[in-house]
């Protein structure tokens, strides 16, 4: 398994912003590979730059493409950790093959992440809280309108660095219930990480971000009642020292946070559960102030409290808007492991060497 490495010179490479924000900054290098008659070729990282597609590409037309997201740690020796990267890997290839695509070698898709770290490790912040975001993406790319799997595909990987997703301190979000729009069923695509599942969502995102909500909570598509996710995070709910999430359904993308979060939860003495979620359970048990806590988990910002939910005109407050201690407690021990100021005692990290 050959990678082919064309670094740029120093006079080439690029300065690094000051200001770190979300998805806006890439570093000096990509790789690329391409599958064609059957097969993986031209493994390479060189230069970040734009590809030329033909206008009759296929993942341009019918949105046959995937993708994954993951975080590289600098840790406080300076080298850098990787969390968890071989379940990225492992999911990388079940959305591919929802998708009808060649799934990629998963010891390639390990190996590109830490090529292109190691190559562009400059860019991965020591800020508290910041990191370095890893996008690897699947596409097809045959020339064809043809409605058929693609026979011909683009695996790229870029990467940047990506400010404290928090600004201000751990603060709670919003989160707007959709009664109306539904984001995925049973039998469909929820459980791939396919940008078409994001394409669906911007409209309903929209509308709650209209309202002063920053999220949106999906519903099953079936009943409408039963909670599935938020955006880009699997969701919890804490009864004091017991915390629940819905289990998966088929609708539902198996976050790699939120079986972090099972099992820290589960080490940490919490009685953990997934089971099936009634929203109006959840309303009735917020109202009653049995819900202590909502949270949301995802690679983005491991941790994101929930503050209030919002629904038709009504509001509900959880834990007066405030961070509860049961997510403040997984974000420390989640972000501790993922940055190695704490130890590993699950193997969820791997660390590259670079100092
Ligand atoms: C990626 C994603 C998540 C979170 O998954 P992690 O592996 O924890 O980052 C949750 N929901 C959706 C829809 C996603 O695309």
Not at 2 to 26: C, H, M, N, W, Y
Request: aromatic share 12%; net charge negative.
């Amino acid at each position: 398994m050959a990678i082919t490495i064309r670094p740029l010179s120093d006079e080439q490479r690029k300065p690094i912003p000051q200001e770190l924000g979300f998805g806006g900054v890439f570093s000096d290098h990509m790789f690329t590979q391409e599958y064609r008659d059957g097969a993986w070729h031209d493994a390479t990282i060189g230069a970040y730059g734009p590809f030329t597609i033909d206008p009759s590409c296929a993942v341009l037309h019918y949105a046959q493409e995937i993708f994954e997201g993951l975080k590289a740690y600098r840790r406080p020796d300076g080298n850098i950790n990787l969390f968890r990267p071989w379940d990225n890997a492992k999911r990388f290839t079940r959305s591919a093959l929802r998708m009808a695509m060649a799934p990629v070698d998963e010891d390639m898709f390990l190996e590109s992440i830490r090529e292109l770290i190691k190559l562009d490790h400059r860019w991965v912040p020591s800020e508290a809280g910041a990191s370095y975001y890893i996008r690897p993406s699947l596409i097809a790319t045959q020339n064809a309108l043809g409605v058929m799997p693609s026979n011909r595909y683009l695996h790229f990987l870029i990467g940047g660095p990506v400010g404290p997703y928090f600004k201000g301190g751990f603060n709670p979000v919003g989160v707007y219930i959709s009664d109306t729009y539904r984001r995925a069923v049973k039998g469909g695509v929820g459980d791939a990480k396919t940008g078409g599942n994001y394409a669906a969502s911007l409209f309903v995102g929209q509308e709650a971000s209209d309202k002063g909500y920053s999220q949106v909570l999906w519903l099953d598509a079936i009943e409408g009642r039963y909670v599935e996710e938020v955006g880009a995070m699997n969701i919890m709910f804490v009864y004091g020292n017991k915390i629940i999430t819905p289990k998966l359904t088929g609708s539902i993308l198996p976050g790699i946070t939120r079986y972090s979060v099972i099992e820290l939860a589960a080490d940490l003495g919490y009685d953990i559960s997934e089971q099936q979620i009634d929203v109006n359970d959840v309303l009735a048990d917020i109202q009653s102030g049995a819900i202590t806590e909502v949270f949301g988990c995802g690679t983005a910002a491991v941790i994101a409290p929930v503050g209030k939910f919002g629904m038709g005109d009504q509001e509900y407050l959880i834990n007066n808007n405030q961070t509860g201690p049961v997510a403040e407690r997984i974000y420390k021990e989640l972000t501790g492991i993922q940055y190695g100021h704490i130890e590993d005692r699950f193997g969820w990290t791997e660390t590259i060497e670079v100092s």
